[in-house]
């Protein structure tokens, strides 16, 4: 009988809350953020960070400015549990909400991007995947829709080699690379620039693939540490991969300074699990890493001495600085768009707009607060990564500190590989490429 | 008083063992077919379609087909993830190679090349039973993934290894994949598909090959005995199983995502869509929908449902709760009936035809 009354209990309600769907936000001035996060699952050390920097950003920008010239941002955080099911899912829940529907979309996931690149570009909503998803979606004219300033994954495999390359004396002639990666989707998309980079410097290049989740790695370092020995390896790892790597790499004894993650493979949470192993461990980032940038100083005082804000326990982690980075770059483009269409919600078109013309110089990022935090890009019809910097930072145990400048990637040899790449998939997908040359 | 079947009296064999004997069950599923063709597309939104009901039917195929294996022949199949990538990669080869070919084609035929690799991986069912059968086709989940992902051949070396439909037509100037096609045509084809799929399974079920299934389900030694062959039994029950899985795992790959990678066809998926049939009933077409229906539907629901009642609860909190009511349910529902859902519509449809008297 209970669970009779239960059951029709909850059925009722069910039934009751249905009418509520349609309910129409309040608001007309407002700027709508959908936010896919995944604070929870396998790999919430990595997302919760990055959320909080999205929140802290965000709310920073409403408290400080009252918003983007007056127009409000609103936001709404929808759970993917890093599944690629469950962003589409979140994706469909979010766009249509807020006046003008969601403005970016940042999936935070590889394979949620390639799952949104179709559905986004037909609902005319951008997708921002900084530092993930496609790397041939660079190309504007077949990806109008998808952006991915400052550096997509080839980028950050040609950054590591000329990293690599200023370490060896400027020849790489007759090294061993190695490459470690995660053999999913992410993992795999630097390994045709490697390949290029390795005939046209020289180097020996070898793969291991890692089996996802990338717990069981005994064999791959035997073989690395034991029998390749290996010059130098890099690392496309994921979540509890990394710091299994990085063990393991201590293990055979390998050198940690020899030893260069990606920037997934960069942040506390991959190191940390991995105790004093880890010093001297390296990775690419395309974000400043610490709490010393005018723009924390802020948050310190707008938000946490208020107590309102998410961030204060992940606060200057890497993964806390590109959440706010994103969210920065982001509303930039909201103020670019703004520019041109008025001080109103922008539209998901408008805001394509907004990116295309984005260019973010040095004086903007210090006006913002971000200096030090990231380099300056430029974006434009047919650039959707806008030229950003990658810097290389290593591990003292206690925190990150850089060891190289800002590197620029080699753009001429990747534009040809983008659009190769790009047209392919043109090709594919009957897209016929808008003309950049008259935007 | 209402679901009486009094005063229905069958004169022929083929009324007497009809899918639906009783009138009432005939009309609910009229009923039930005028809802879901035009009253759905009436009301249901975009979001609706293309996050709920799309999923629901793709996931109702793969449930079928793992409940003709498991539910009716008893083989126990953990390679239901790699079967669907294997219905996946083959659909998008053949689209690939022949852009010609109509995607009911490439669907069936993708269902064919999945049935001739499940027949493969069902060869070990012949010598061993149970769990250890279970461990065999773990190792085909694990193969065939591998196998995806090691191969640029499979996904025509793209550089990430994702798989992308290109844009089909389903007729004329409608598009069934890609960016121009729109959610109705979506819903409206896959409904169509599985209904037909669906209405196939059960009357395999109820013919000389399913009752086949069945013997060797409930005792093999006996069937074998009652001159049934275990060989042609097993094995078809692979092929059959693999072909709805297969076309499932295209569906997905095509009609739901638009873009997959091997990985979104691992083990969780198996376990998943195993879980399905155990809560939906195992042994029933109806339990693969109630099933597919109560994983898919229940946890994005319990995800909505507090935003839908005004309550803002943070997500991750939320995702924590969504689990734990989901467990709990499932928890809740195997104690009520451990037979699974279909059962427990079996119980009510009794009382009902005996209500309101008790005996």
Redesign the interface.
């Known amino acids: 009988m209970i669970f009779k009354k239960l059951f029709l209990a909850a059925t009722a309600a069910a039934v009751l809350a249905t009418p509520l769907l349609a309910m129409p936000a309040a608001a007309q001035n407002e700027q709508f953020m959908p936010l896919l996060v995944y604070r929870t699952g396998p790999y919430a050390p990595s997302g919760i960070p990055l959320a909080n920097g999205f929140n802290d950003y965000f709310e920073l920008i409403n408290s400080r400015d009252g918003g983007v010239n007056g127009v409000k941002l609103t936001w709404e955080e929808c759970e993917t549990n890093y599944n690629n099911d469950r962003g589409v899912e979140c994706y469909e829940r979010l766009k249509n909400q807020g006046p003008t529907g969601a403005t970016v979309v940042n999936p935070y996931a590889t394979g949620i991007t390639y799952a949104l690149i179709e559905r986004a570009t037909a609902d005319k909503i951008p997708i921002f995947s900084m530092g993930y998803g496609r790397a041939d979606a660079t190309i504007g004219s077949v990806f109008p829709y998808v952006f991915t300033a400052p550096a997509t994954y080839w980028a950050g495999a040609d950054a590591i080699i000329q990293y690599i390359q200023s370490q060896e004396k400027g020849s790489l002639k007759g090294k061993k690379i190695a490459l470690v990666y995660h053999d999913s989707a992410y993992g795999k998309e630097p390994i045709a620039t490697l390949e290029a980079l390795s005939k046209q410097e020289g180097f020996t290049f070898n793969l291991f693939p890692v089996a996802h989740p990338g717990l069981e790695q005994k064999a791959t370092w035997l073989q690395i540490g034991r029998q390749l020995r290996p010059d130098w390896v890099i690392m496309w790892g994921w979540g509890v991969m990394n710091a299994t790597a990085i063990k393991e790499a201590a293990a055979v004894g390998y050198p940690m300074d020899k030893f260069i993650g990606i920037w997934w493979s960069g942040s506390e949470a991959d190191v940390k699990p991995a105790g004093a192993a880890a010093k001297g461990y390296k990775s690419a980032q395309f974000t400043g890493t610490g709490t010393g940038a005018p723009v924390h100083a802020q948050i310190r005082d707008l938000l946490f001495a208020k107590n309102t804000g998410k961030g204060k326990d992940t606060f200057g982690e890497v993964l806390y600085n590109r959440g706010l980075v994103n969210a920065a770059v982001s509303v930039e483009a909201i103020r670019t768009a703004q520019g041109k269409f008025g001080n109103k919600p922008m539209t998901g078109e408008q805001m394509q707009w907004g990116f295309e013309n984005l260019n973010i110089t040095q004086d903007v990022i210090d006006k913002l607060g971000l200096t030090g935090l990231m380099s300056p890009i430029k974006l434009s019809c047919n650039d959707h990564e806008g030229g950003g910097s990658v810097v290389i930072q290593q591990w003292d145990g206690k925190g990150w500190n850089y060891v190289s400048d800002f590197i620029k990637p080699r753009r001429e040899m990747l534009t040809k590989m983008y659009e190769a790449s790009a047209m392919q998939y043109a090709k594919e997908k009957n897209i016929t490429p808008r003309d950049c040359s008259k935007m | 008083m209402i679901y009486r079947e009094a005063g229905q009296f069958k004169t022929s064999y083929a009324a007497d063992q009809g899918i639906f004997p009783i009138r009432l069950d005939r009309m609910g599923m009229v009923a039930l077919l005028l809802i879901a063709y035009l009253a759905i597309p009436a009301v249901a939104n ?2 609706w379609l ?3 009901l799309v ?1 629901f039917l793709v996931f109702s195929m793969a449930a079928i087909g793992l409940n003709i294996l498991t539910g009716y022949a008893g083989q126990l199949s953990l390679g239901t993830g790699g079967f669907m990538a294997c219905g996946a990669f083959a659909a998008y080869k053949l689209a ?1 190679a022949f852009p010609d070919l109509h995607i009911i084609i490439v669907l069936l035929l993708s269902g064919t090349i999945t049935a001739a690799v499940g027949v493969l991986f069902g060869l070990p069912s012949l010598r061993i039973k149970g769990f250890y059968l279970a461990v065999a086709t773990l190792a085909a989940q694990f193969f065939l993934i ?1 196998m995806f ?2 191969f640029g051949w499979f996904n025509n070396y793209s ?4 798989i ?1 439909a ?2 089909m037509h389903l007729f004329g100037d409608i598009y069934i994949t ?3 096609s729109s959610p109705l045509v979506k819903y409206l084809f896959l409904l169509t598909f599985v209904a037909i799929m669906a209405l196939a399974a059960k009357n395999l079920t109820r013919c000389k090959i399913g009752r086949s299934w069945m013997a060797i389900r409930d005792m093999d030694i006996a069937a074998e005995i009652i001159g049934i062959r275990p060989l042609w039994a097993k094995l078809s029950a692979f092929a059959v199983s693999s072909f709805y899985i297969g076309i499932a795992g295209a569906t997905w790959a095509f009609i ?6 091997a ?2 066809f ?1 083990i969780n998926r198996s376990f998943q869509v195993l879980f399905m049939i155990i809560i939906g009933g195992l042994g029933s077409i109806l339990g693969s929908f109630l099933g597919a229906g109560f994983i898919v539907l229940l946890p ?2 319990l ?3 507090p935003g ?3 309550w803002h609860i ?3 909190m ?3 709760l969504e689990f734990m009511i989901f467990g709990a349910l499932i928890i ?1 529902f195997l104690i ?1 009936e451990p037979h699974g859902l279909a059962r427990l519509w079996t119980v009510a449809k009794e009382k009902l035809r005996l209500w309101p008297f008790p005996h």
């Open positions: 975009h979001y293309v996050s709920i999923p690939t591998w992902n090691k550089p990430s290894g994702v992308s290109p844009p890609g960016p121009q739901y995502t638009g873009s997959v990678e990985l979104a691992d994005i629901f995800n909505n449902a839908l009642v005004g943070p997500v991750d939320l995702a924590h809740f009520v």
